[in-house]
């Protein structure tokens, strides 16, 4: 029954001939490993998972038991040393689920770039350096940002990272860190343009629009490399906020570059759902569906300021010109065979050294695939008919945006074709290898 309304929407979805030949030249083949049940496949990956978690639970509570018999004697704990500096915190933060070492960052590389000036770039150096740093609201930044900058400054702030949340935000934030070109915010998820400065960011408190400059962009730090660093914030609740917040942002700093990534809808909207399911805050579909998740993504979905992607991408797209957009795809940031490229790619829009500090993404903030095969977001549980409805609404969504995109000039054709195959390659994986056949045959949905 899902399939043929299905159909129809399909259908009806074509009768645009641009539609059409999307659709059309994204078409997929069936994976090879079509049809195949899971129980056919037998649990192996399940087994070795566990043996792994459980090895590693066991030599953290090793660790835990020798932390505490050096730490704490007779039930005083004695200070630890060394202290953290903020910036090693930052990375602490975001250092992978693999506990990997702190990586070592060439803080004052970017102070190079001055060394090069003339003696005119040098004064013009220091009056902007001067006349930013003087700056406690978005208004001064404003002026003070129309002032000539020598070779290797950066406006300030220079970028903001707005989303899509649940789509490698973190993990670009973390990579961005380590680039010495680029001043780390003190806080990945501010927010605070949209917590505290909504509906008019120059009518903000003017403490807030303090903080704010100092707090979370950092702007001592940077203006103590003279603007050698990008700063930027990245919070991911700007991008969704876009109704009012993109033209809002582009009118009090109209110079940023504005960075968005997105994910499978389906992806992001499980992902959204793990979340607030981790947090405590399960949605009201969940609970009078007989915890399904099928109806929170179909509303996910629908939802203009959530997976639904295309009306939010319209606000963005008509408050900043195409030049300051960067629009980048999930799947392409963290597949391993071109996330090297899709970050460089990020990187040289940002007019930073696309080979700082490497070409690997790193991997945090890691929800899905946690825990035993039952565990709540391991996969979800849903039927291929419900699946099948979540695609075409999926779908659909896509060449919304794709065209959105398009009429910005984002994305040509053949990268309309590029992105959307990629999806379709998700959700082909899923029909295809993790559903049982027939409407109601049941699916293990896992997400990009
Ligand atoms: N390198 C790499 N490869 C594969 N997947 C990756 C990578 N980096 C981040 N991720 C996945 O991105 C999800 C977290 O996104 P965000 O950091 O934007 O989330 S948040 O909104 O800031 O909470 C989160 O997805 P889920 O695990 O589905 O929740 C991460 O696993």
Redesign the pocket.
Known sequence: MVESVLAAHTKSAAADPEEQQLLNDVELKPTSKAAHSRAERGHWPGVLLASVVLALLTRMATHRQSWLAEHVQGGVLLPEAPQLSLFEQQLAGCRTFKAQPIPSVDTSASLRALDAHTPEQRQQAQAFTAAVSACANFRCLRQANKLPRAPGQFRFPHFMVI???????????CHLIQHPQVQYAKD??SHRLTDKCRPLLEQCPAQEQRDYLVDILNMEEAAAASFTKAAFDGS?HYAQEGGWLAAQMAEALPWVKVVV?M?DPI?QA???F??NYMHNRTAACWETNGQRVYTCVVADLQAEDRARYGPTIQKWVEAFPGEQLHIVQ?ES???RQT?GEAMKGLKSFLGLDPTQPSD???????????GDENSV?RYWNITRGEYTHLVELARRNTVEVLKVMGSAGLVDSKAKVEWMRSWERVWRNNLDNNCEEGEQGSCKIV??
């Open positions: 989303g899509f949340p649940k789509c490698a935000t973190t993990s670009i934030y990945k998820e991911t990534s994910r992806s499980l992902a959204m793990l979340h999930f940031l963290t597949s996330m690997k993404l790193p991997l945090t903030n890691w929800k899905h695939k946690r977001g997400v990009s």
